[in-house]
């Protein structure tokens, strides 16, 4: 890091498992899953300027700059008027996929906001604020790997084990109000435990509803079921599988060459800005 430049990953994540436990009667869902980090995401640059204001640049489409998550994160932080700011984006993480990539890049906007401006923030403080921006957010906000519940805001850290993922996005946007308001989704399901989720007893809830509605996410469903387990990941689109060695999981994207667009992502347990 310069004096005045920070370039930075914004990780993707991946949900082991979601289950949904029930529903509060503001609408919001009670859930539970892990929240697997992967050292895989977009990078996000932030350089200092003399114009003050915060301006945003990069591979971003169709995305309005005045509700874009980068924006809104770095307006939580208050910063004095005559502070400038350039944001220059290198998205990969697909949107719409279930990976967190909005919830990343505001998480990552704050940290490293915080450091760049020596603003002293807590982890605490970032965490809460910006939940504000998102359910997502605070995981990447303190950076580990976690079991969630409540509506995933209630995190405490979990180490998982060192593997691969094969994660295909099938190539289409999945709608997460459709898919939490469809009539057909359980909302019942018993809560685990920790030692359960271990022990592999889990799914996603979410997977069914989305499947039916969605083909594409259905068909790499069934080409990864047949090569590893297989799950989706949050709310859709993207599906994944885990692999305890690297070259068993680039066999599996290379085969998907062709059919999916497929990539390989290493889980890690920790995450911070350097």
């Known amino acids: ?93 697909p949107m719409g996929g279930g990976l967190g990539g909005g919830s990343s890049n505001a998480a990552v906007t704050m940290l490293a906001l915080n450091k760049l401006l020596t603003l002293g923030y807590s982890i605490d403080e970032m965490a809460l604020m910006g939940a504000s921006l998102g359910a997502d957010v605070p995981v990447f906000v303190r950076g580990h790997s976690a079991w969630g519940e409540g509506i995933g805001e209630e995190l405490c850290p979990i180490d998982l084990p060192n593997r691969w993922f094969v994660i295909i996005y099938p190539n289409c946007h999945v709608s997460t109000q459709e898919i939490f308001t469809a009539a057909e989704l359980t909302r019942n399901t018993p809560p685990i435990t920790v030692s359960a989720f271990f022990d592999g007893a889990v799914h996603n809830d979410l997977q069914a509803v989305v499947e039916a509605r969605y083909e594409p996410v259905r068909a790499a469903i069934e080409w990864l079921s047949a090569r590893g387990s297989a799950m989706m990941t949050g709310s859709g689109a993207c599906v994944f599988a885990a692999y305890d060695e690297r070259e068993s999981a680039e066999r599996v994207a290379d085969e998907a060459e062709g059919c999916f667009q497929a990539f390989v992502a290493e889980g890690i347990n920790r995450y911070s800005i350097e």
Not at 17 to 36: A, D, I, K, W
Not at 54 to 62: D, V
Request: no cysteine; hydrophobic share 45%; charged share 15%.
């Open 1 to 93: 890091m310069l004096n005045n430049v920070l370039e930075v990953l914004s990780p993707a994540k991946l949900n082991l498992f979601l289950h949904v436990t029930g529903q509060r009667s503001n609408g919001y869902h009670e859930l539970q899953t892990v929240f697997q980090l992967l050292n895989w995401g977009d990078t996000l640059r932030f350089e200092l300027s003399k114009t003050p204001g915060i301006r945003l640049a990069g591979n971003l489409k169709g995305i309005d700059q005045s509700e874009n998550l980068i924006i809104r994160a770095a307006n939580l932080l208050a910063l004095p008027d005559h502070i400038g700011v350039s944001i220059t984006v290198n998205k990969i993480i």
